[in-house]
């Protein structure tokens, strides 16, 4: 890499462009949440049941269905995990973090899709679609 002007430029672009991400609605909406959830004695007493649920059903996990209480103990896992992800806390918190994810994706791909459109963008959410085609790509689906 060669350090010159340009270099400084972009790095000046990057940090203008950062801190308009971190100032905006969306990422204050999303810190928001993470502090109502962090913050809420319902969540941490679901989370806690979570965790001794899962602590449980990991300490027989290897063992298969041979285990005693395997699918007792899966299903407790499973019913925690839902009573977790029901709280509203955890389910406001899911969608601002996927608002963000989704900001981030677009960002990374409008700089990819500038320099050239075959650059492909590691983007976190797998229904993410590349450029304008909305298909997978294959040639599997009939015309």
Do not use: W
């Amino acid at each position: 890499m060669i350090v010159n002007e340009s270099l400084f430029d972009i790095e000046d672009q990057t940090e203008l462009l950062i801190q308009t991400v971190l100032t905006g609605k969306t990422v204050e909406q999303y810190r928001g949440n993470r502090e109502a959830m962090n913050c809420s004695e319902l969540v941490q007493e679901k989370l806690a049941g979570f965790l001794i649920s899962k602590a449980e059903f990991e300490r027989i996990e290897s063992y298969g269905s041979h285990a005693p209480d395997f699918r007792t103990k899966q299903r407790a896992v499973r019913q925690a995990k839902r009573q977790l992800d029901m709280c509203e806390e955890v389910a406001d918190f899911r969608v601002s973090e996927t608002e963000v994810q989704d900001i981030l994706d677009t960002i990374s791909s409008a700089i990819a899709k500038t320099i050239s459109e075959d650059i492909k963008v590691d983007a976190g959410n797998p229904f993410f679609t590349k450029g304008n085609n909305h298909g997978c790509g294959g040639s599997c689906h009939a015309s």
